[in-house]
């Protein structure tokens, strides 16, 4: 949907860009590129952020599936860390070796 949403306004843009008389054809190319790159610099953006939140999902489900998760050589498990969902942590136990110790998830494999 967004890409629909994406070539109308290059459209859009076309067609306003050609009714500005005061700007020569150097300038209009110019304004449409840098356009076009903010979009594909949208796009790049957007896959990324959809990867490392699918790379987070993915470790929170093998966590709750009461999987070992190696996060910066540590093993990380049900046993000796919390899960902090706002913060996307995992935050070591009280009776366990690894107590108050925090590790991103992003941090994990």
Do not use: W
């Amino acid at each position: 949907m967004s890409y629909i949403l994406g070539i109308i306004a290059v459209g859009i843009l076309f067609l306003i860009l050609h009714n500005l008389t005061e700007l020569d054809t150097n300038q209009k190319s110019f304004i449409v590129k840098a356009l076009l790159g903010l979009i594909l610099s949208m796009y790049i953006f957007n896959l990324y952020s959809d990867a490392q939140r699918d790379k987070i999902t993915d470790i929170v489900l093998k966590y709750e599936q009461n999987k070992n998760l190696t996060c910066n050589d540590i093993d990380v498990n049900k046993s000796n860390f919390s899960y902090s969902v706002g913060t996307q942590t995992f935050i070591g136990l009280k009776n366990s070796p690894h107590y108050g110790r925090l590790i991103s998830a992003s941090e994990c494999e």
